[in-house]
Structures are given as structure tokens and as C-alpha cells.
């Protein structure tokens, strides 16, 4: 063998162990919730391995990539100067830490107001995808804007900007619409229209409002204002509606209208791209008038009411979106001026919760699992006002009946689907079944009060998202009612038109 053999066998070394190490002080892979197991074990095909240069780029991108996907995105990781001798090599991993946030803003909203959503705490500690993810959604929370974000090297060793780009969206936005969900009593045919007009103000704001009239010359119309402090979006409101009255009253044709005015609040937790939490409330004053025999009689009432809740949504799993709803609502309802005719157990204090569950998993390409639940229970044994129970029928409830049909106030109601989304873009076939059972808490209406529904249907979606829409609900009850003993069927159709 020769002295240039024995020279070249020398210099070749072959690591045994890849030691990794963490630059950022007090961090350990257990408070980052990461596996140096599995890092190991992804780069262990290396181990063994004669040392080389482009080996010791692959273990380092390995190892960045790993440490980015598990949340934390302006991870690096390098080779220090060391001694080879031991056949160990050290690779130390550094996390990003966040300089600054800057906003370049370009959307006519005022630079406070975008401002005003950061978390000015998060400068200095290690940044990670859910931190830079809840920044940019509580920004794009603003009405009117669109934004996109990266990160930058800052000015610090270790330190990432991020930088968001706030640019300006549509600033006004108009839906005419027209259906069949009413009643006799308020009108069948519907036809409305819903107006919102963003950033007026220049904080991000939104002032929306309807108007909407009926073949019965019902009009209901409603506007509603959004405005930030900070994060904290509040929204004061005034609705003029109508309802349809049930339980007892249904059978007469009995119905009401209500004007009610409020504010509600709305504050983001924590928005994530996997999940999300609002804490919401609201107070709601109405002035509630009940007409009975064909508006002969009418009872006037008022009410107060508060509710507090969360909101949000889970996308833990693949292929699934699941929002959720819990609020509890407490009020009040009295007397309002002169009356005659149903003044009942329905006055004073009264209470409920209500739960809303909707969840969406994709099992394949063109197919979409639907799954919702509505839930609403009595908190006390009280007897609700007509405007606060539920209905199980109409276009939102158990498709076979009408608005009304089913009323309580205890209701629990579900529907199952799969939608089909067909080869002609934009056309969708959802086969559905409607369950429901609504029941009182009051054992005066316990007997004769409680219903169940149940059906079978077709829903047909046309849609272009920034153009127009045509939708048909077709269904038909499985059971027949029981105050008439028919098989219920009915048939909802709504159109409407974007600008």
C-alpha cells in the first residue's frame, strides 16, 4: 500500500451518531413538542455513512423541513465548526425568533386600526405557525381587505419579520333574492334584497342592511353596523321580522312580528387554520305583538334578553371541517301597553341554550358527507314566548313541512346528506334526510304539544360563487302527521343574484 493510500483511508471518516442541539436558550424539544426521535430516525439511513458535504446538506434540510412542518417556520438548522475525530457530528438547530410585524398597508383602512389586532408580546419569542397565523386572521377579521404574508430576515441574529400585505377588497356588495320559504299568514313568496358597504369609516368597518317584502305585504328589513375595538368587534343592530306563531296557536293560523334592536359582541380567541374560538354575546331589547283570529285580537309584549356563547371551527381531521355553536340566552318578557286575549305562563323570567353543530367530511373527490344538529333546551322549566321557541318545519328545519309547523321549545333536529358535486361545474346533487322532535317543559303543554318529523328529499344547487345561484329543495315525510295523518310534502325554491 502506498503513503497516498494510506493518507486518503486516514482522512475518510464515518459517522457513528448525529448529535442535535438546540441554539435558543431553555428550549428543549419537549417544550416544542417535537420528537427528536423521529428526527433521528428520519436521517438515520446517514448514520454509517462516510462524511461528506452534500450528506451533511441533505441532514440539514432534513432536519429544517422537519422542524418547519411541526410548526415553527423560520427553523434552520447547520453544521458548527467541531472535532471529527470522535465519528460524532453535532448539527445545531436555531429558532426563529420575531423581530418585527410590519404591515404594508394598501387598502384605505387606517394604519392604527390594523394595528390595533397585533400582539405586540410575540416580539422576541420563537415564532411559530399558529402565532403568524392568528396575526394575519385577526387582521383579515377587517371588512373590505385581502391579505397575504411571508417572512424576512431581520434586523437582529435569529430574528424574522413577518410581513403582511393589507390590500383593499370589495367595498360593496348586493344580493336580490326571491323564494318560497313564508306562510300563508306572512306571505309564501318572498322577494328581498341585502346591501353591505365595507370600510366606511376607514376602520375596517361594515354597514349592512335588507328589505324585504312578501305577496302578504309583510316587509321585513333589518341594518346592522361592525366596528373593532382592537379585536373586540361589536356589532349594534335593529330588525323589524315576523313570525308564525306555533303550539297551541298553530292550528289557528295565528302569527306576530317583532321589532327588535341590540348590540352584539364577538372576540377571537385564537384563530387558527386548524381550528378557531370566538367568545360571543349580545343584548336584544324586542317589542313583541301576537295576532290572533285573523288580527281581531293582538297581544303586546316586551322582552330583554342576554346571551353568552362560543363559536368556531375544528379542521383537525383530513377532509373535515366541523363548526360548532353554544350559546345561553337569559331574558325577560312582560306586558307591553294594552292587551287582550293570551296573556300566559309565557311572561317573566325565561331561559335556554342552544347548540348548533355542522360538520362536512370529503370521503372523495366529488363527495361530501353532510351532517347537522340544532338542539335548543329550556333552562328552568320556563314557558318560552312564541318569538323565542323553534320551529321543526320550514326551509331551514324539516324540509317536508312549513315555517311554524312543529313549534316548542324544546327542539332537537337533524339532517344527514351526501352532495354530489357533478361533472357540469357548479351543480350539485345533495339526497338528505330531516329528523326533529320538539317537546314543552311545562307539563300543561306536555301532552298534546310534541311532535315528530321526519323526511326524505333532494337538494339542487346551481351556483357560480361570484355570479348568481338556483337552489331547490324537494322532500317528502316518511311518517304522516300526527294532527292530520297525511305524508307531508313541499317543495322550497330560492334564486338569487350577486353584484
Not at 112 to 134: C, D, F, H, P, W
Not at 342 to 367: A, D, H, P, T
Not at 439 to 445: D, F, H, L, T, V
Amino acid at each position: 500500500m502506498t503513503n497516498s493510500q494510506t493518507d486518503q483511508n486516514e482522512a475518510k471518516v464515518f459517522v457513528r451518531e448525529y448529535i442535535l442541539h438546540i441554539d435558543n436558550k431553555d428550549l428543549t424539544f419537549k417544550k416544542l413538542r417535537i420528537s427528536e426521535k423521529e428526527i433521528q430516525d428520519a436521517i438515520v439511513e446517514y448514520r454509517n455513512q462516510e462524511l461528506s458535504l452534500q450528506n451533511l446538506k441533505d441532514i440539514t434540510n432534513i432536519i429544517a423541513y422537519y422542524c418547519q412542518v411541526s410548526g415553527y417556520p423560520s427553523a434552520t438548522a447547520y453544521i458548527p465548526p467541531q472535532d471529527l475525530s470522535s465519528n460524532k457530528v453535532q448539527i445545531n438547530i436555531a429558532f426563529g425568533t420575531l423581530g418585527k410585524v410590519i404591515i404594508k398597508n394598501n387598502s384605505g383602512v387606517r394604519d392604527y386600526a390594523l394595528e390595533s389586532k397585533l400582539n405586540k408580546n410575540l416580539k422576541g419569542k420563537v415564532i411559530t405557525t399558529k402565532n403568524v397565523e392568528n396575526e394575519i386572521y385577526k387582521i383579515n377579521e377587517i371588512y373590505g381587505i385581502q391579505t397575504n404574508a411571508n417572512l424576512q430576515s431581520g434586523d437582529g441574529y435569529g430574528e424574522s419579520d413577518v410581513i403582511i400585505e393589507v390590500n383593499k377588497g370589495d367595498s360593496a356588495t348586493l344580493t336580490l333574492y326571491s323564494n318560497n320559504y313564508g306562510t300563508k299568514e306572512t306571505g309564501r313568496f318572498r322577494a328581498g334584497m341585502s346591501q353591505s358597504l365595507s370600510n366606511i369609516a376607514r376602520q375596517g368597518d361594515n354597514l349592512n342592511f335588507y328589505l324585504q317584502d312578501s305577496d302578504e305585504n309583510q316587509i321585513d328589513y333589518g341594518i346592522n353596523y361592525s366596528t373593532f375595538i382592537g379585536n373586540l368587534k361589536i356589532t349594534p343592530f335593529a330588525t323589524q321580522g315576523h313570525y308564525v306563531l306555533g303550539g297551541i296557536y298553530r292550528n289557528l293560523g295565528f302569527y306576530g312580528d317583532s321589532m327588535n334592536v341590540g348590540v352584539n359582541f364577538s372576540y377571537p380567541v385564537f384563530l387558527y387554520t386548524e381550528y378557531s374560538l370566538y367568545l360571543v354575546s349580545g343584548f336584544t331589547h324586542k317589542k313583541i305583538k301576537d295576532y290572533y283570529l285573523d288580527g281581531l285580537v293582538s297581544n303586546e309584549k316586551a322582552s330583554n334578553s342576554v346571551n353568552l356563547g362560543i363559536e368556531g371551527t375544528y379542521k383537525g381531521l383530513e377532509n373535515n371541517v366541523l363548526s360548532y355553536t353554544l350559546n345561553f340566552t337569559y331574558g325577560n318578557v312582560e306586558n307591553d301597553g294594552d292587551s287582550s286575549g293570551f296573556n300566559g305562563v309565557n311572561l317573566g323570567n325565561f331561559g335556554k341554550m342552544n347548540l348548533n353543530l355542522s360538520n362536512e367530511y370529503q370521503f372523495q373527490e366529488r363527495l361530501t358527507h353532510i351532517f347537522q344538529l340544532n338542539y335548543q333546551k329550556v333552562i328552568g322549566g320556563a314557558v318560552l314566548d312564541s318569538s323565542e321557541s323553534v320551529s321543526l318545519g320550514g326551509p331551514y328545519g324539516v324540509r317536508a313541512y312549513l315555517e311554524g309547523e312543529g313549534s316548542a321549545d324544546n327542539v332537537v333536529s337533524g339532517t344527514l346528506g351526501i352532495r354530489f358535486q357533478t361533472p357540469l361545474e357548479g351543480l350539485y346533487l345533495t339526497p338528505f334526510y330531516d329528523i326533529g322532535y320538539s317537546w314543552y317543559e311545562n307539563k300543561e303543554y306536555q301532552s298534546e304539544n310534541h311532535y315528530f318529523m321526519d323526511e326524505m328529499g333532494m337538494q339542487i344547487l346551481y351556483t357560480r360563487s361570484a355570479n348568481f345561484y338556483v337552489k331547490m329543495d324537494a322532500a317528502r315525510a316518511v311518517h304522516r302527521f300526527k294532527h292530520d295523518g297525511e305524508h307531508r310534502a313541499r317543495v322550497y325554491v330560492s334564486l338569487g343574484k350577486y353584484f
